[in-house]
């Protein structure tokens, strides 16, 4: 028995910590989305005598990475009392729930850091970033009117099912494929959320997720499948341009496309860390990888990771499209680095080339062009948090 899993009983002192350890005010609206959180999750936690010293969840997800299917855990609600600090609880649970993760066959994890430094002692890194744009009203782009499609607006909680799909064929990019559950949550957590959805022949083409904040308008998802919508929605963003003052976009794609703008200075733009990855099992994330070339002479690279079944020297070989990959730990590696940078390369935040030109990696500068030819270039997107 893990002695650091919590029963369901414990949701009350769980949610307690919770509000004490981020100065959230009891309500029950918070509750209940809490508990959400709470029945989907693997929950972690050291009793401090009769009260929670410590707690984390590790919610089951599965991702899509260019086209393959992964399981992942977000890691969230990280806390720990003040009068329990300093005693190593918090990273307790995090190393507990990295092991069960992989004795669970879940390959990724990602969670929201409140400090990056902290997160990398347990080989966790950034990759997501999202780009913020801000655009007076008066400075939004003129959209031409069209004859062809409609936009309908609904509420948040009219959700149609045609969204979940829209969703699922556009996310590619490591992004959650979320589970019905997790709609509902998105739901029941933002009830202030609007929908406005673009329709071509009765099919629907895009949507945006948008709320209002006193004199903003702001969009929190926007989703297209072809020009039309992109069309159909912003003429719809525009045409609340005589209500608010501000509109910002906080979008998971770091390409900012000032370019596209008639005026590139008639938007402020924030890029902003996200959040942050870790590999927890690079063994079966090497083999079923989305490989960019058939062919690769072998190649021997040294991990060096805190989890013991991914710090190796692994050999990796690629025929017509085959990877063998295997320990090879006898053998003199190729190039050396740290989980964290190969997290960066395989997401394709940052090329191993890259790395290699900022002193992050050493080796065989011919063999690291070879491996990083390997992974996707795209950077990964992620709109949810937890």
Do not use: C
């Amino acid at each position: 028995m893990n002695k650091y899993l919590l029963g369901k009983d414990k949701f009350n002192q769980f949610y307690e910590l919770y509000l004490y350890s981020f100065n959230r005010p009891d309500s029950p609206q918070r509750r209940s989305v809490l508990k959400e959180r709470f029945d989907h999750a693997i929950v972690y936690g050291i009793m401090n005598e009769d009260k929670l010293g410590s707690g984390l969840f590790s919610i089951p997800f599965n991702v899509n990475f260019h086209d393959v299917d992964f399981k992942m855990n977000g890691i969230g609600d990280v806390m720990s009392a003040p009068e329990f600090g300093g005693r190593g609880g918090a990273s307790s649970l995090m190393n507990q729930a990295l092991e069960d993760m992989y004795n669970d066959g879940v390959t990724l994890s990602y969670l929201a850091p409140f400090s990056y430094g902290y997160y990398r002692q347990f080989g966790f890194e950034q990759v997501f970033d999202h780009t913020r744009i801000t655009i007076k009203n008066f400075e939004l782009p003129r959209v031409k009117n069209t004859q062809e499609g409609i936009v309908k607006r609904v509420k948040i909680t009219e959700l149609p099912d045609s969204v979940k799909r829209l969703y699922l064929e556009k996310n590619h990019l490591g992004g959650m494929s979320r589970a019905d559950w997790w709609w509902n949550h998105m739901v029941d957590k933002h009830p202030e959320y609007q929908l406005a959805l673009a329709y071509q022949a009765n099919k629907l083409i895009g949507y945006l997720v948008y709320y209002n904040e006193g004199v903003n308008f702001v969009i929190h998802e926007w989703v297209n499948s072809n020009s039309l919508s992109l069309q159909l929605l912003l003429k719809f963003v525009t045409k609340h341009q005589s209500i608010f003052e501000n509109f910002i976009y906080e979008s998971p794609d770091a390409d900012f496309k000032a370019d596209l703008l008639e005026d590139p200075n008639s938007a402020k733009l924030e890029v902003i860390p996200y959040m942050m990855a870790r590999i927890v099992n690079l063994e079966d994330f090497l083999k079923r990888y989305p490989i960019q070339k058939m062919n690769l002479a072998r190649i021997n690279f040294k991990v060096e990771d805190s989890l013991a079944w991914n710090n190796h020297t692994w050999s990796l070989a690629i025929n017509d499209g085959i990877v063998d990959l295997k320990v090879a730990d006898e053998l003199k590696p190729d190039l050396e680095l740290t989980i964290q940078n190969l997290t960066k390369a395989m997401f394709g935040y940052r090329s191993l080339d890259s790395l290699v030109n900022y002193g992050l990696i050493k080796g065989d500068v011919e063999k690291i062009s070879d491996l990083s030819s390997l992974f996707v270039q795209e950077k990964p997107q992620l709109i949810d948090y937890f």
